[in-house]
């Protein structure tokens, strides 16, 4: 079982930039397909992005694409999401989540079965 815990959240103004980390406790995460999640104040929790066991394929909701980056260092167990040209739209918890499985496409939340407490991301205007 792995357990993620996230790290890295805080307050930037709009159009700055973050580093999201999840450090993954238990067992290797480098059999787990590994995504993130954010959650707005009052919303559902949603997709942002996963990677591959390898790191070698990812992909991303089409409203980070372009200024988010997953990357993961098996070794440290480790997976990060590089954020940048941040908006307040951006703005939520953001949750890292592992998923046991061979790669594919998992953008629910009910497709992931371990979950860290949440990182809050707050962009100021």
């Known amino acids: 079982q792995v357990q993620p815990v996230e790290s890295g959240g805080g307050l930037v103004q709009a159009g700055g930039s973050l580093r999201l980390s999840c450090a993954a406790s238990g067992r290797t995460i480098s059999s787990y397909v590994m995504g993130w999640f954010r959650q707005p104040v009052g919303k559902e929790r949603e997709f942002v992005g996963a990677?591959?066991?390898?790191?070698?394929?990812?992909y991303y909701a089409d409203s980070v694409t372009g200024r988010f980056t997953i990357s993961r260092d098996n070794a440290k167990n480790m997976v990060y999401l590089q954020m940048r040209s941040l908006k307040p739209d951006d703005t939520a918890v953001y949750y890292c989540?592992?998923?046991?499985?061979?790669?594919?496409?998992?953008?629910?939340?009910?497709?992931?079965?371990?979950w860290g407490q949440g990182t809050q991301v707050t962009v100021s205007s």
């Open positions: 990677i591959s066991w390898s790191g070698g394929s990812t």
């Open positions: 989540a592992g998923r046991r499985s061979s790669w594919g496409r998992y953008v629910s939340v009910h497709e992931y079965d371990y």
